[in-house]
């Protein structure tokens, strides 16, 4: 179906709902237009891992186990 078919078919099952349905469907379109202009910009930055072992350094005398435990209670 090309994008002219897309569009009539969208307006006539918009036209269907309720005018808060409507002001969804408003509020979604806008988030896929955002969403797809930051996905598009191209990224330049490279995967890196300077945080791996950072909590083995820092707590080196406290399990992982006791480690969760002292997350909970913050």
Request: hydrophobic content about 40%; charged content about 20%.
């Amino acid at each position: 179906m090309n994008i002219i078919g897309y569009d009539a078919i969208i307006a006539q099952k918009v036209s269907q709902l309720q005018h808060f349905q409507k002001q969804e469907v408003f509020d979604f379109i806008n988030y896929l237009l955002s969403k797809s202009s930051i996905q598009n910009e191209p990224s330049n930055r490279k995967v890196t891992f300077e945080w791996e072992g950072a909590l083995k350094r820092r707590y080196s005398n406290i399990s992982s186990v006791e480690l969760q435990h002292n997350i909970w209670e913050l």
